[in-house]
């Protein structure tokens, strides 16, 4: 299955590679032409990121979360987060200062923080803070909230209960008709959102949610490739909730063949690569269109098997529980 799904990657890659870019535009084309030219003249993207204050075990999230934060500030975009020197939200913030002053970049520094006083009071002795100038202050929690949510996208990095609660709090915010509605991308690194997924999925699949705009990406590396692709499909961000469910849609579908040829050749523009990729779908490219599929499916598989692996891990806890209830059962009280 691998093999093949490589051989047909391969040959749509270097078919899609090839497209003249000189071609005759027609009208079929002229939407796209449109989009191209507005994402041109788009001013920088907002992403606020959701993360935790603490730093989790084992030095994994931290490694992700500080190149995500490099990420962020490799596609130029600004961060947008919750004020915090520690934890993941300070490593992204941490990685997106590092890249800024690497790569000389001219201007501010591209990171909001927007907290509350009692939250700056708890955080303000943390050198790091120091060097972010552009810091609001809200009156409440709920402002804090709201003024955060003003961003383009919505990345949810490993967090605790405070993240919980943003997730919580966007979701509803959005199904209510109170938030408009936005991309969302888990940052699953090591498949921390996992139990949190299925539980979305669940909620939608019984009736009690509406399924959610979300995009799901194992690590910093898909990360970018992520926000390549939302940066294309959304030159802005469109108010209709169907329409922003259907790029993301379109986003998920497409984004492990994109990352397939991203990880063949690194240095390809994943840009032009979506734009030659709507080129060849609009002229009924039936080879890539199985390429594409075949990608899809291949990672939804590899998805699956993580899902088993979890699910082993909670029967494998279940079980040892079980085993030591019955244990304590069998004993004789003295």
Avoid at 185 to 200: C, D, K, P, S, T
Avoid at 203 to 228: L, Q, R, W
Wanted: proline letters at 5%; glycine letters at 8%.
């Amino acid at each position: 299955m691998e093999k093949q799904v490589g051989i047909a990657a391969k040959k749509a890659e270097e078919q899609v590679l090839e497209q003249p870019r000189t071609a005759q535009l027609d009208a079929s084309h002229e939407p796209i032409l449109a989009s191209f030219k507005q994402q041109i003249a788009q001013p920088k993207r907002r992403v606020f990121v959701a993360g935790g204050s603490h730093s989790g075990y084992g030095p994994l999230y931290l490694r992700e979360a500080f190149n995500l934060g490099k990420k962020i500030a490799e596609m130029d975009f600004s961060l947008s987060f919750g004020l915090s020197g520690a934890g993941i939200m300070g490593a992204v913030a941490r990685g997106v200062f590092h890249t800024w002053v690497k790569k000389k970049y001219k201007g501010p520094l591209p990171i909001r923080a927007i907290t509350t006083t009692d939250y700056l009071k708890m955080v303000q002795t943390h050198p790091f803070i120091e060097k972010i100038e552009d810091v609001v202050v809200s009156h409440s929690l709920e402002e804090r909230k709201n003024n955060l949510l003003r961003s383009d996208f919505i990345l949810f990095a490993p967090g605790g209960l405070g993240t919980l609660d943003e997730l919580v709090y966007d979701c509803l915010a959005m199904q209510d008709g109170f938030l408009p509605f936005k991309p969302f991308v888990f940052f699953n690194v090591g498949g921390y959102y996992y139990h949190i997924l299925e539980y979305l999925k669940e909620m939608h699949a019984k009736g009690f949610a509406m399924s959610m705009p979300f995009i799901v990406v194992e690590n910093s590396f898909e990360a970018g490739i992520a926000f390549d692709m939302l940066r294309f499909y959304f030159p802005t961000v469109p108010t209709d909730k169907d329409e922003v469910q259907s790029r993301v849609a379109t986003i998920t579908y497409q984004l492990p063949f994109v990352i397939e040829q991203k990880r063949r050749r690194p240095t390809m523009s994943v840009r032009k690569l979506l734009k030659r990729l709507q080129y060849a779908l609009a002229a009924g490219d039936e080879k890539l269109s199985e390429a594409l599929n075949e990608a899809y499916l291949h990672s939804e598989i590899k998805r699956t098997y993580g899902r088993l692996r979890k699910t082993g891990k909670d029967t494998a806890y279940a079980s040892r529980k079980l085993r030591g209830l019955k244990t304590g059962l069998k004993r004789k009280p003295k």
